[in-house]
Nanobody
């Protein structure tokens, strides 16, 4: 089992930046070979795909392209989501997830491991 813990959430103002971290523990020997994804759930809405990283490839939903960057430090077993120029509509609980590499990285059901989420609130 792999445990994921997100940190870095909080209250920010529109236009600010925030860097979320997702630390892996447990059976992480193969973590560097995993794809990692970030999802978010806004109040009253379903959880949706934000970004993913598989190998050196990165994928983003259209609304965050050019503002968010996903990266990872496999030595630290940590994945990051750098969020710049935040908007009120980015307010959500952000979750990281991990799975073996493959297709359909935007599909939640393909992920094996999930964190508990961290709240990001963007005020206008």
């Amino acid at each position: 089992q792999v445990q994921l813990v997100e940190t870095g959430g909080g209250l920010v103002q529109a236009g600010d930046s925030r860097n979320l971290s997702c630390s892996a523990s447990g059976r992480t020997a193969a973590f560097s070979a995993y794809a990692v994804g970030w999802f978010r759930q806004a109040p009253g809405k379903e959880r949706v795909f934000v970004a993913a990283m598989s190998g050196s490839s990165r994928y983003y939903t259209d609304s965050v392209k050019g503002r968010f960057t996903v990266s990872r430090d496999d030595a630290k077993k940590t994945v990051y989501l750098q969020m710049n120029n935040l908007r009120p509509e980015d307010t959500a609980v952000y979750y990281c997830a991990a799975r073996p590499r493959g297709l359909r990285l935007e599909v939640q059901s393909t992920y094996n491991y999930w964190g508990q989420g961290t709240q990001v609130t963007v005020s206008s």
